[in-house]
């Protein structure tokens, strides 16, 4: 699976959009980018995953460079439940693995 | 439906001792994972079953360590003898091949995990 870089660790204000960028420079035609998050003490929850046209879903929008070598998910108003590890996670089409890299530990202040 | 669900929430064991943890998937999912996470390593495949049959299992990490899918609704993963570094939360996610609008959805769904301490 292509490797994904993210930054370690992110604020954000409640109330706020809040913005998680991911690069992801060798990715494939075939590969998706998927988002995960992990509340502390839970197992991770699937959010949101693209291609190659932006997303959104009642979670999250997934904003693709047209180039995919990057992304960024929103999460529009962030509220302190949305303090958690995101996960960005590259994987190809029909692929079952999921490959978890360190992720970023998004803060949530009030 | 319940979700995942996983069997303990908590085990503490001593070196050398039988561990075995128990995983119930989603009614319906046809895939089941096993995953480990620690401070160290971060959170990493063991295994998976596609239809109750092993698929993949290059991340079990040794002989000690094996895993099992008797049936469509249960999986345990064992290991024997326990050691220290094996302390970890042990996570079970079950997921289901399907496709909307022409693409594949894989979306994973975890349990809550169990949380092993080997002393």
């Known amino acids: 699976d292509a490797k994904t870089t993210q930054p370690p660790s992110m604020d954000c204000a409640e109330g706020r959009a809040a913005n998680l960028p991911c690069n992801h420079s060798?990715?494939?035609?075939?590969?998706?980018v998927y988002w995960y998050r992990q509340i502390h003490s839970q197992g991770p929850q699937y959010i949101i995953h693209g291609l190659k046209n932006n997303e959104t879903n009642e979670m999250a929008s997934l904003i693709i460079t047209e180039d995919r070598k990057s992304s960024t998910l929103i999460l529009p108003h962030a509220t302190l439940r949305d303090t958690a590890v995101y996960y960005c996670i590259v994987r190809a089409q029909g692929a079952q693995k999921l490959v978890f890299g360190q992720g970023t530990r998004l803060t949530i202040n009030p | 439906d319940a979700g995942v669900i996983q069997s303990p929430r908590h085990e503490v064991t001593e070196m050398g001792q039988e561990v075995t943890l128990r995983c119930k998937p989603i009614s319906g999912h046809d895939y089941l994972f096993w995953y480990r996470q620690t401070m160290m390593r971060g959170l990493e495949l063991l295994i998976y079953f596609n239809n109750n049959v092993p698929i993949d299992d290059s991340g079990m990490p040794e002989d000690r360590f094996s895993a099992k899918m008797p049936n469509a609704s249960f999986s345990t993963l064992k290991i024997q003898p326990s050691e220290p570094r094996d302390s970890a939360v042990y996570f079970c996610?079950?997921?289901?091949?399907?496709?909307?609008?022409?693409?594949?959805?894989?979306?994973?769904?975890f349990g809550p995990g169990t949380r092993l301490t080997v002393l």
């Open positions: 060798t990715i494939s035609g075939n590969e998706y």
């Open positions: 996610a079950s997921s289901q091949h399907r496709t909307i609008a022409g693409e594949r959805n894989d979306e994973q769904f």
